[in-house]
């Protein structure tokens, strides 16, 4: 039974290593065009684009569904803005037994229950090397804001997309780099972004709905973050609860792994098989 949980907590975390790592940045390259009833002057005042959160910790509870099965597990997500994300998997909510750190130039996978680490940026998993793993993109997804590039150019970046407002529903619409597109929803009334959808082919769509929002030093935020992923074999959806979320007191720090044994990113997977 204890062996079981702690599969099922590393096959929740792994489910999120995927999904989370499944999103490339952008680049954008063609003009856009604005349909409707807004601007750019109005958009960069919305919430989405004054983003204020610099460091964010939270518990976190995370509901698995692929295929007809599902599974549970708890954790913690800890975020210093521009400096690293910690993402760490609890079994029976009393010890953690994986952890996922994320900093702009590296990217570890700690399993605890055998004291072991990979690095996902060494190669050895085929699907974070054709995601392009972005440090960016996951931090994006956990404060909140569309992931923006051009150098943090925000207008610019804006004035390239395709950009609607239906009543008060705000479209934003990247231009496709070769097969890959996203798509960011807004409520025009509270400048909450509320989806982002993302195509990388014909057949695979990654989309993320935020709800459940609450009000976090001066702006609201969403407890609740569903992540869906359709085309790619079997579907998978994330529902991630986040509670205890507080602003301002989480400092990164890495995880010393002198002592741990370096293995590949595949031995991790075994354990969960």
């Known amino acids: 039974m204890e062996r079981k949980r702690r599969r099922d907590s590393l096959l929740c975390f792994l489910l999120l290593l995927v999904l989370v790592t499944g999103c490339r940045t952008p680049k954008n390259v063609d003009a856009g065009n604005i349909k409707g009833d807004i601007t750019i002057d109005e958009l960069v005042k919305m919430q989405a684009f004054t983003p ?156 993320c709905y935020y709800s459940d929002f609450t009000e976090l030093e001066g702006r609201s935020f969403p407890r609740k973050i569903q992540l869906d992923v359709q085309g790619a074999g079997t579907p998978i959806t994330l529902d991630l609860t986040l509670s205890n979320i507080r602003e301002g007191k989480f400092r990164f720090k890495s995880t010393d792994t002198k002592s741990m044994k370096q293995i590949d990113v595949s031995r991790i997977i075994n354990v969960i098989k």
């Open 52 to 207: 204020t959160l610099m460091n964010l910790s939270s518990k976190l509870k995370i509901k698995a569904r692929v295929g007809e099965k599902e599974l549970s597990v708890g954790g913690t997500l800890g975020i210093e803005e521009n400096k690293g994300i910690q993402i760490g998997i609890t079994a029976l909510g009393l010890f953690e037994v994986a952890r996922m750190e994320l900093t702009p130039s590296s990217a570890l996978l700690i399993n605890k229950v055998e004291d072991e680490y990979a690095s996902l940026g060494s190669g050895t998993l085929g699907i974070l090397q054709q995601a392009g793993l972005s440090y960016e993109v996951l931090q994006a997804i956990f404060t909140n804001v569309p992931f923006l590039s051009d150098g943090g150019d925000m207008r610019k970046t804006l004035s390239q997309m395709d950009i609607s407002r239906v009543g008060n529903d705000i479209t934003l619409v990247t231009p496709k780099r070769g097969a890959t597109q996203y798509t960011f929803y807004l409520d025009a009334l509270t400048g909450e972004l509320q989806q982002t959808s993302g195509t990388y082919n014909q057949s695979v769509k990654v989309d």
